[in-house]
Each structure stands twice: as C-alpha cells, then as structure tokens.
C-alpha cells in the first residue's frame, strides 16, 4: 500500500509541476483559475529559487521507507525530470533559471489572457 501511496505522490508532484508550467492556460476559460494557479506559480518559483526541497519529495520518501524501499535524494526535479531534460544535473544555477523561467512564462501567459479578455 506504501508503495501505491508513494507512486500516487509522485503523479501529484508531477501534475503540480505541469500545472505551474501551463496551468495559466485554465485562466482561458475561468478566471477563477488564477486563485489557484497564481500561487502554485509563486511556490513552484520559490522552491526552485531559493533551492527548497518540496514537501512532496519528502512525503514521497518517507512513503517508499514504510514499503522498505530506498527513497531518492534530492528533490523531485533532480531525480525524474532533470535526467532528461538536463542529464549534467541540477545546479543552484540551473534552478535560477528554471525559477525565473517558470516566472517569466506566467507572466507572459496573463499577459496574452488579459489583452485577449479586454478585446
């Protein structure tokens, strides 16, 4: 069961990184969507700028420990995205990057929602 509970942590993590990534797109429908997807944006940037582990990636590790099996170190992007999108590993650097990066897509997004809403 442990196991099953860490594996569905993992698809979460996952499903929250995409939402960060392309959840202003929702704000298309509803702008309600940016309640819950600006503040996403806001922890998904400040994890990666100030290089704090997720709650997540611990939760995930102490799931694996009770199904006796070996949790990961690190956190979720250095262990299951960073080895295909950046297989040299993660930096501080790199994480600066990625956090201004995920800043900067939003901030266009919300740009191109709100002139298409006030057309």
């Keep these: 069961m442990y196991s099953a509970l860490a594996t569905?942590?993992?698809?979460?993590?996952?499903?929250?990184?995409?939402?960060?990534?392309?959840?202003?797109?929702?704000?298309?429908?509803s702008i309600k969507w940016a309640y819950f997807h600006i503040p996403a944006v806001a922890w998904g940037a400040i994890t990666e700028l100030k290089s704090i582990?997720?709650?997540?990636?611990?939760?995930?590790?102490?799931?694996?420990?009770?199904?006796?099996?070996f949790g990961y170190e690190g956190d979720f992007v250095g262990e299951y995205l960073l080895a295909v999108i950046y297989p040299d590993g993660l930096t501080w650097g790199i994480q600066i990057w990625l956090g201004l990066g995920l800043i900067c897509l939003n901030l266009t997004v919300y740009t191109w929602i709100w002139r298409k809403r006030t057309l």
Excluded: S
């Excluded at 997720?54 to 939760?59: A, D, I, N, S």
């Design 8 to 29: 569905l942590t993992l698809i979460v993590h996952l499903l929250f990184i995409l939402f960060c990534l392309m959840g202003g797109l929702f704000c298309l429908r």
């Design 53 to 69: 582990v997720c709650p997540l990636t611990y939760l995930e590790n102490f799931l694996l420990g009770k199904a006796g099996e």
